[in-house]
C-alpha cells in the first residue's frame, strides 16, 4: 500500500504539494500545529500513485512517500 506521510509538526503549509498533487488529494487542515502554522494532509491514501511530485517539490522536505515493494 502506498502511504504519503507528512511530519506536521514542521509543515509551514506553503501550499506547493497541494498545487503538484496530479491526484488533488491533499488539502490544507483546518487545524495549527505547535508553530502556527496550517499544515497539509491527505484526503485519500488510496488514490495517490506514488509519484513523489509532492515529496520533490516541498522546500522543508516534510514529506515521505513510502511505495510498496515490488515482487518478482
Known amino acids: 500500500m502506498i502511504r504519503v506521510q507528512f511530519h506536521e509538526e514542521t509543515c509551514k503549509g506553503c ?6 498533487c496530479p491526484q488533488q488529494i491533499i488539502q ?8 502556527g502554522y496550517q499544515p497539509v494532509e491527505v ?3 488510496e488514490a495517490c500513485t506514488s509519484c513523489t511530485a509532492c515529496a520533490r517539490m516541498c522546500p522543508d ?6 511505495r ?3 515482487t518478482a
Open 15 to 20: 501550499g506547493l504539494c497541494v498545487s503538484v
Open 28 to 35: 490544507t487542515a483546518d487545524r495549527m500545529n505547535a508553530k
Open 43 to 45: 484526503v485519500n491514501q
Open 61 to 66: 522536505a516534510v514529506i515521505s512517500v513510502f
Open 68 to 70: 510498496p515493494k515490488k
